[in-house]
């Protein structure tokens, strides 16, 4: 026979959690020698029992079962079961209680020990069960006690002298609220308060008498409910319950003598209350986080649309606050995870992966995993064609040449070493299985497919050259004209590539085994992602939300542009584009000694209506100087080096 069972069934004959160390000692000796005769497990305590006690005690001490305490000169043993089972049963059945103030110590009839309680100040002190990453228990749908709390019991001190309350953590917030609602409703019930809260709530809440009596009836009616409408319910209900609360505190307080009713009534209404303000702003958090990530799906369909996860940390509101503020990036992860993982039947989730050839991935949108292939290769077909013609041109000045000026195969490779080298993502994609598993799906759903996301024919990849529309003879042509003339006479450079062979010179050079982008090209192509990603945020930080780059343009263009004269407004506009075109030079002349900044743009939209006197007699100079903002954002987001 254990000594921790024996202890459990000592206090409980005893209706205490405390046991003296002696008494209890000469009845287990006692009890052991009547015993053991009869049940052979007792034997062990029939003799040494005193060293057995003690041996067995500091392994049950070890592991919290009880304490050891030192209030006596003789000693005595404390059983934090008795107390936590008897909280349990107060609060399995509720309804027993509704009518009594929540258990404290002297309901209880017991005074718990310091290091066995966790005191907490109802108003201040109850943040911690409310926190996100609280655990729940699978089987009751409660919150498990936070990681820091050892001690097994909680009491809560109510205000302004209304008590305290005895409780489990796990039983906060719910069992605590469900236990407040029923007191609420006995004292509903009790006083006939019903009609009594119509008419005081009634002005407080005007127009909303409907659901005041919806609120009121589901108190009297299905009062467990009332948390479940509570969480999910929406404003109305946090309004309710603040005014509800209010009213019962005041009403209670006049009183010159409380009854038990009274102060259950009372603690429950301060306890509502404070739930119901932590209710109220998870649920506002709550939104907000749903709209941080609507707010991250838009942004994912925005150009450049292709992220990685750093730069998805890095996105921001309309007015520029961080989204990482309004989610964690723990949260983030697990919302990406869905995203590129739940699929349905015969489909692809609605986040891809696009794994880099370097390591490394790229997250996109699957609608739009076509439509920017398709913009991408528009995008880089000059910079390609700059940088073909810019090699050609260099082998063919030193008298050299390669395949790819011969062969269109060939030029194909050549092509595709330099989309690589150049835009990592759009090379990846052209070999990535999805892009072309995505084609096939809009063929077989008969979606008209646009000219410019056209890139396979009969399952397979047009090949380079047409993707881009670059002709490799035009190319090669193109670039012999930019050289002196004698350059192009087959003759004269064949003598002298023979003879700079003959020389030992080194011999042609292909496309695979020297291949470099020159600086000046990377150089321009990070100064045209730099502009327009920086117009991107610039214009989303301009443009209401709700509203487009383009609508937005045209609403101002409205409010500027007043002229009766249909023609002459026509012209009007035309010339305030021509201007900020005009400007564009010098934008990009700033940007290379100076980040471009809404500052910026700014400035030059007011030196452009400074030096016009037509632009300066217009009304509506506001929504004009907005105008030639944006559009200038409009023509640094399409700039093309």
């Known amino acids: 026979m254990d000594l921790y069972p024996i202890l459990k069934a000592y206090a409980i004959k005893n209706n205490s959690p405390y046991i003296d160390i002696d008494p209890f000692l000469a009845f287990l000796e006692n009890y052991a020698v009547r015993k053991a005769s009869e049940q052979p497990e007792w034997s062990k305590w029939a003799s040494e029992t005193e060293i057995k006690f003690w041996g067995e005690l500091s392994g049950l001490v070890e592991n919290n079962k009880c304490a050891l305490m030192a209030d006596t000169s003789k000693g005595r043993i404390y059983m934090p079961f008795y107390c936590v089972d008897r909280l349990q049963e107060i609060y399995r059945n509720l309804d027993n209680a509704a009518d009594y103030p929540f258990p404290d110590e002297v309901s209880l009839q017991v005074s718990l020990p310091e290091d066995q309680i966790r005191i907490i100040n109802l108003e201040t002190g109850m943040g911690v069960f409310f926190e996100e990453g609280e655990n729940t228990d699978e089987n009751t749908g409660e919150k498990e006690a936070p990681p820091d709390s050892s001690s097994p019991i909680v009491k809560l001190i109510f205000p302004e002298d209304c008590g305290s309350a005895l409780l489990l953590p796990p039983m906060i917030p719910r069992r605590l609220m469900e236990a407040a609602f029923l007191k609420m409703r006995h004292y509903l019930r009790s006083h006939g308060n019903r009609e009594y809260a119509l008419r005081k709530l009634g002005p407080q809440l005007a127009g909303k008498e409907k659901y005041l009596q919806e609120s009121l009836d589901r108190v009297l009616i299905r009062p467990m409910d009332c948390l479940n409408n509570l969480e999910n319910s929406g404003d109305f209900s946090f309004l309710f319950w603040a005014y509800f609360c209010s009213l019962i505190k005041n009403d209670i307080k006049k009183k010159k003598e409380k009854l038990g009713e009274d102060v259950a009534a009372l603690q429950s209404a301060y306890i509502i209350d404070v739930c119901n303000g932590f209710f109220k702003a998870r649920a506002s958090k709550k939104r907000e986080k749903e709209i941080a990530f609507r707010n991250l799906e838009l942004r994912m369909g925005k150009l450049p649309g292709y992220y990685t996860l750093e730069e998805i940390l890095k996105f921001t509101t309309d007015k520029g606050t961080p989204l990482t503020g309004l989610y964690t990036r723990q949260e983030l992860e697990a919302y990406i995870k869905e995203k590129t993982t739940k699929t349905g039947d015969d489909e692809l989730p609605e986040w891809l992966i696009l794994e880099s050839r ?144 003959l020389g030992g010179k080194k011999k042609q050079k292909t496309a695979d085994n020297n291949i470099e982008v020159d600086e000046e090209i990377v150089s321009e192509i990070n100064v045209v992602k730099d502009i327009q990603n920086t117009a991107r945020d610039i214009g989303a930080f301009l443009v209401p939300r709700g509203q487009t780059l383009d609508t937005y343009l045209a609403e101002l263009e409205i409010r500027w542009s007043r002229l009766l004269n249909e023609q002459a407004r026509r012209n009007l506009i035309e010339d305030v584009k021509s201007l900020a075109r005009d400007n564009l030079r010098q934008i990009i002349r700033i940007h290379k000694k100076k980040r471009i900044s809404r500052e910026s743009l700014s400035g030059i939209a007011s030196s452009l209506i400074s030096h016009n006197t037509t632009l300066q007699g217009l009304n509506g100079q506001e929504s004009l100087h907005l105008y030639l903002e944006l559009y200038m954002v409009k023509l640094l987001i399409n700039f093309k080096m």
């Open 358 to 501: 370097k390591g490394g991935h790229w997250y996109i949108k699957k609608e739009k995993y076509l439509p920017l292939c398709a913009r991408m290769l528009i995008d880089t077909r000059p910079v390609i064609k700059k940088a073909v013609a810019k090699r050609w041109m260099k082998l063919i000045k030193n008298f050299f040449s390669e395949p790819a000026m011969e062969k269109d195969a060939e030029f194909d490779k050549l092509l595709a070493i330099y989309t690589a080298l150049l835009n990592p993502a759009l090379a990846a994609m052209l070999v990535d299985e999805k892009l072309s598993w995505i084609y096939e799906k809009l063929e077989r759903s008969k979606t008209p497919i646009p000219p410019s996301s056209k890139i396979f024919r009969g399952g397979v990849l047009i090949p380079m050259n047409e993707l881009y529309v670059i002709r490799r003879k035009e190319l090669l042509i193109d670039a012999k004209i930019l050289l002196p003339f004698w350059y192009s006479i087959p003759i004269l450079t064949a003598l002298v590539a023979f003879f700079k062979n």
